[in-house]
């Protein structure tokens, strides 16, 4: 008797409450399952489209879904209003089995219509996915108008070999499906040639609901150059020019070149190199102006004497008498007192010739040979050929020259090549080379850029060790200073020298 009872209270029961049919059900219990997102991060995170629009019928069955993975638990809302809803707002019901990514009605009332909201919540975090839920019901036979977009492409950026997913979907209602293959289809936005299904390029056509929302899946493996552009998802529900376009671009995304930082170290390593860039910078501004002093400095302090050598003296200044002011008057004394140097003087008796002859015979006693040439002491004038000889002549001699012209050298270049370094205030260069003479160097006098000139020529002269304030030194300098003779005693001995020798 109990038995029977509880028979008919079940069948009663199946009566009252209109069951879903068994296609409805394995729609709710499948749609999240299927044609998920491939590759997924880990974390919280939608694993397929949410469909941002749904239209239903009055009267007919609805399913809203929003697929997740990595979520401890999803609340839902409708119009900010959290689950469950008296039956005047909502008559959407949550589907348990689906560990509520799912809810549904069997039969929408106009009232259901409004925005849902899924809200999904890991440890850390949070997502929402909102669905506007549109009801139509002004004809019981179904929709029959245009269809209706429920999920429009989304553009997307897509690295060269990566593979993109587009998807597009629309409720077409129960209106004349002449042809339900081609109601959706994507093609090239350029072309009016339906996509082929094979090869790198996939078409997953899908339906809900009766059919009354069609929608495709457009999968383009190993992505090439030439599958950028845009494409076309074109859903016709029969009847002709009804049917709508939506596009969607495949842009190209540019490799990532520092993968791995996250955006806050990567914003900290720009600055670091900017940073680094203007400290380059200012290096080589200070390099390029005080280079040369502190070449000298880095020379004088680090580079070996030379001592013990058996030499005299660390230059031997060789002029003729024209140039006799300069010489006395400038040159020997600056490099005496003002930088210690130990300098012994020749003056050349004849205009630029054989002045090899002349100076060979003292030139073994020195460190360094310095000739003094000007336009009056070259007989020939300052030609380049008349340069030229002179250097000639002097490169015959076995220590290491250096010619101070005190005037610009006749420019050539195959006489001078002239150095980049000395061009900087007034273009008038202050060194040169001889090219066909690489044991002569040309330092060119300058009034206006003397402090090159002198900077120049001691770093052509050996090694001096900076003045020490160490008083020990000083009177060693000043010892020094004093043994030194005068220049003009050695210009009298010079000469009696040059008199001995003709
Ligand atoms: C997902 O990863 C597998 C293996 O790691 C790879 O073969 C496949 O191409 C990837 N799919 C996508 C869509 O990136
Ligand atoms: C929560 O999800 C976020 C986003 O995916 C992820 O970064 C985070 O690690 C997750 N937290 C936990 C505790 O899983
Ligand atoms: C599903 O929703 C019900 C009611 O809001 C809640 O009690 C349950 O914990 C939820 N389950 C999950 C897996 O979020
Ligand atoms: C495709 O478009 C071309 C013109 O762009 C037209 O000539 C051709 O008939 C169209 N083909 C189809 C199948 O619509």
């Given at each position: 008797m109990a038995r029977f009872v509880i028979t008919v209270a079940l069948l009663l029961s199946l009566t009252i409450f209109v069951p879903k049919t068994r296609a409805e059900d394995n729609e709710l219990k499948d749609y999240c399952s299927m044609h998920r997102f491939e590759n997924l991060s880990s974390g919280l995170r939608f694993t397929k489209e949410v469909v941002s629009s749904e239209y239903a019928n009055v009267g007919s069955f609805k399913a809203i879904h929003c697929c997740l993975r990595g979520y401890r638990s999803i609340e839902w809302y409708k119009d900010n209003r959290p689950y469950p809803w008296p039956g005047g707002e909502s008559s959407f019901i949550l589907y348990p089995e689906s560990a509520n990514q799912t809810i549904y009605t069997q039969e929408v009332r106009a009232s259901d219509a409004g925005r849902y909201s899924c809200r999904a919540r890991n440890d850390t975090t949070a997502l929402e996915g909102d669905i506007s839920l549109s009801v139509l019901g002004e004809d019981s036979s179904g929709y029959k108008g245009r269809p209706l977009p429920t999920y429009k492409p989304s553009s997307q950026l897509v690295p060269l070999g990566g593979t993109a997913r587009l998807f597009c979907e629309a409720y077409i209602g129960r209106a004349y499906i002449s042809d339900a293959r081609n109601s959706v289809m994507w093609r090239r936005s350029d072309s009016n040639v339906t996509l082929p299904n094979h090869g790198r390029l996939s078409q997953y056509r899908v339906s809900r609901e009766d059919d009354q929302i069609v929608g495709s899946y457009l999968v383009i493996e190993e992505i090439s150059l030439e599958d950028y552009g845009e494409y076309m998802c074109q859903v016709s529900n029969g009847v002709d020019d009804d049917d709508i376009k939506l596009p969607a671009h495949l842009y190209r995304q540019e490799p990532h070149?520092?993968?791995?930082?996250q955006n806050g170290s990567w914003r900290k390593s720009l600055l670091l190199a900017v940073l680094v860039l203007v400290l380059l910078c200012s290096v080589a501004a200070f390099y390029g102006r005080c280079w040369l002093p502190l070449t000298l400095l880095c020379r004088d302090k680090f580079y070996s004497l030379e001592e013990n050598d058996g030499k005299i003296c660390d230059a031997l200044i060789c002029y003729h008498e024209k140039d006799v002011n300069f010489v006395v008057g400038t040159i020997i004394p600056t490099l005496e007192t003002r930088y210690r140097y130990k300098c012994n003087s020749v003056e050349l008796s004849n205009l630029s010739q054989h002045w090899n002859l002349e100076i060979n015979p003292h030139a073994m006693a020195a460190r360094r040979l310095v000739v003094v040439i000007s336009p009056e002491s070259l007989n020939t004038g300052w030609t380049e050929s008349s340069v030229s000889h002179v250097l000639k002549l002097l490169s015959n001699i076995p220590i290491r020259t250096i010619v101070v012209a005190?005037?610009?050298?006749?420019?050539s270049s195959s006489l001078m090549k002239r150095s980049t370094q000395g061009n900087r205030d007034d273009g008038a260069s202050n060194r040169a080379t001889a090219a066909d003479y690489p044991d002569v160097e040309v330092l060119r006098w300058h009034e206006a850029n003397e402090r090159e000139f002198w900077y120049r020529l001691r770093l052509s002269l050996p090694a001096m060790r900076p003045a020490n304030s160490d008083p020990g030194c000083q009177s060693v300098a000043m010892i020094v200073q004093a043994n030194s003779k005068t220049p003009h005693q050695q210009k009298v001995r010079s000469r009696e020298s040059l008199e001995v020798l003709v």
């Open positions: 070149f520092n993968v791995g930082l005190l005037k610009e050298p006749p420019s």
